[in-house]
């Protein structure tokens, strides 16, 4: 290879010799630019280090608004709206961002506060950890969600608590099926400075799923006419 590329530079400028080593060296000339990684690597460890508060705030909205475009996509390709209405409902990506942004604060703290009270990775620890997300951070995290969401989509007080009885355990019932599993690997096998990381990757395909929840109307007229019936 070194060969070619010394008939190609000789060919180009016949004027420099062969052996000159500024030609032909595989290595970098030593007055080359500096290698930018160390800054990255600095940056890198004031948002998770420093700023690890500001990165989980800004990362949870900005995933929370990617998940809402997803799932306004699947909204129209499920109703075969797609080529009809090629935008989005920015206010409501907007909404959903927000609900986002005052979630991610949430969440920092309660999982600050649960390594404090539980240290370490064994597996008692893990499924403790795993219990009170279930139980505690889990409720929170989707009352919070859909009043938050409904109160800044227009909705009243009443509505938003309506939408919670039509919802809550729709979603909850999801949480069970997603989140013991994925925070088993989370608290057992992930360095503490990346589980934001894999976290919000997760977060970002359930957002998916939280949005399409919480706009689809047909789920609620199904879950209010299969409670018509059971009345009856």
Same mark, same amino acid.
């Given at each position: 290879?070194?060969? *070619?590329?010394? #008939?190609?530079?000789?060919? %180009?400028?016949?004027? %420099?010799?062969?052996?000159?080593?500024? &030609?032909? =060296?595989?290595?970098?000339?030593?007055?080359?630019?500096?290698?930018?990684?160390?800054?990255? +690597? +600095?940056?890198?460890?004031?948002?998770?280090g420093?700023?690890?508060?500001?990165?989980?705030?800004?990362?949870?909205?900005?995933?929370?608004?990617?998940?809402?475009?997803?799932?306004?996509?699947?909204?129209?390709? +499920?109703h075969?709206?797609?080529?009809?209405?090629?935008?989005?409902? !920015?206010?409501?990506?907007?909404?959903?961002?927000?609900?986002?942004? =005052?979630?991610?604060?949430?969440?920092?703290?309660?999982?600050? !506060?649960?390594?404090? *009270?539980?240290?370490?990775?064994?597996? =008692?620890?893990? #499924?403790?950890?795993?219990?009170?997300?279930? #139980?505690? *951070?889990?409720? %929170? &995290?989707?009352?919070?969600?859909?009043?938050?969401?409904?109160?800044?989509?227009?909705s =009243?007080?009443?509505?938003?608590?309506?939408?919670?009885?039509?919802?809550y355990?729709?979603?909850?019932?999801?949480?069970?099926?997603?989140?013991p599993?994925?925070? &088993?690997?989370? &608290?057992?096998? %992930?360095?503490?400075?990346?589980?934001?990381?894999?976290?919000?990757?997760?977060?970002m395909?359930?957002?998916? #799923?939280?949005?399409?929840?919480?706009?689809?109307?047909?789920?609620r *007229?199904?879950?209010?006419?299969?409670?018509d019936?059971?009345?009856?």
């Amino acid at each position: 290879m070194r060969k *070619i590329v010394q #008939f190609v530079v000789q060919r %180009i400028n016949p004027r %420099i010799p062969k052996g000159d080593k500024r &030609f032909y =060296s595989s290595s970098a000339p030593k007055n080359s630019p500096p290698d930018d990684t160390p800054a990255l +690597r +600095r940056i890198w460890k004031l948002m998770f280090g420093k700023y690890l508060l500001v990165t989980n705030t800004v990362s949870s909205g900005g995933l929370m608004m990617l998940g809402d475009v997803v799932a306004q996509e699947l909204e129209k390709r +499920r109703h075969g709206t797609a080529l009809t209405q090629p935008g989005y409902d !920015w206010y409501r990506i907007g909404c959903m961002t927000l609900v986002g942004i =005052s979630q991610g604060p949430l969440h920092h703290y309660l999982y600050k !506060w649960m390594d404090r *009270i539980l240290p370490g990775a064994s597996v =008692s620890t893990v #499924f403790k950890k795993i219990g009170i997300d279930q #139980f505690v *951070i889990s409720p %929170i &995290f989707i009352v919070t969600y859909l009043y938050s969401a409904g109160l800044l989509e227009g909705s =009243s007080v009443r509505e938003c608590t309506d939408e919670i009885k039509d919802k809550y355990w729709t979603i909850y019932t999801a949480d069970w099926l997603v989140w013991p599993p994925t925070q &088993f690997i989370n &608290f057992y096998f %992930i360095n503490p400075k990346y589980r934001v990381l894999y976290i919000n990757a997760i977060t970002m395909l359930y957002n998916v #799923f939280l949005c399409y929840i919480k706009h689809n109307e047909d789920l609620r *007229i199904n879950l209010v006419g299969s409670d018509d019936v059971k009345k009856d």
